[in-house]
């Protein structure tokens, strides 16, 4: 597979990865006895965004910039992301993690021909 597409496929797992966290109940609870699901956007607010969102940012940038030194960087970025957030967000992001390091030890095909 070509970069490009290895590093749209993890731009594709990155958007995937937020909605599932917005939309999915993950928090569940009791509440007088009464069960209770809540999404993480409602127990911790619109500033949830910020960190949610900044996986999609950094697997973005290399579809703008389509070098192989920023395909280097967004994965180092990612694979410290999902280590550091592992243990709540983080791992919902290591598919598209590990995708992006795909794509960073790519070679960059040009014109249909196969690279040596």
Same mark, same amino acid.
């Given at each position: 597979?070509?970069?490009?597409?290895? @590093?749209?496929?993890?731009?594709?797992?990155?958007?995937?990865?937020?909605?599932?966290?917005?939309?999915? &109940?993950?928090?569940?609870?009791? #509440?007088?006895?009464?069960?209770?699901?809540? @999404?993480?956007?409602?127990? #911790?607010? /619109?500033?949830? %965004?910020? &960190?949610?969102?900044? /996986?999609?940012?950094? @697997?973005?940038?290399? %579809?703008?910039?389509? *070098?192989?030194?920023?395909?280097?960087? $967004?994965? +180092? !970025?990612?694979?410290?992301?999902? +280590? +550091?957030?592992?243990?709540? +967000?983080? %791992?919902?992001? %290591?598919?598209?993690?590990?995708?992006?390091? !795909?794509? $960073?030890?790519?070679?960059?095909?040009?014109?249909? *021909?196969?690279?040596?």
């Amino acid at each position: 597979m070509r970069a490009v597409t290895l @590093t749209a496929v993890s731009f594709a797992l990155a958007i995937a990865a937020v909605v599932f966290l917005l939309v999915w &109940p993950v928090y569940s609870g009791f #509440n007088n006895a009464q069960p209770t699901r809540a @999404t993480l956007l409602q127990v #911790n607010g /619109p500033h949830i %965004l910020i &960190p949610v969102m900044l /996986p999609v940012f950094v @697997t973005g940038i290399p %579809l703008l910039f389509r *070098k192989q030194s920023v395909r280097i960087t $967004a994965a +180092i !970025l990612m694979v410290g992301f999902a +280590i +550091i957030s592992g243990f709540s +967000i983080g %791992l919902f992001y %290591l598919p598209a993690a590990a995708v992006m390091v !795909l794509a $960073a030890c790519a070679p960059e095909g040009r014109g249909g *021909k196969p690279t040596v």
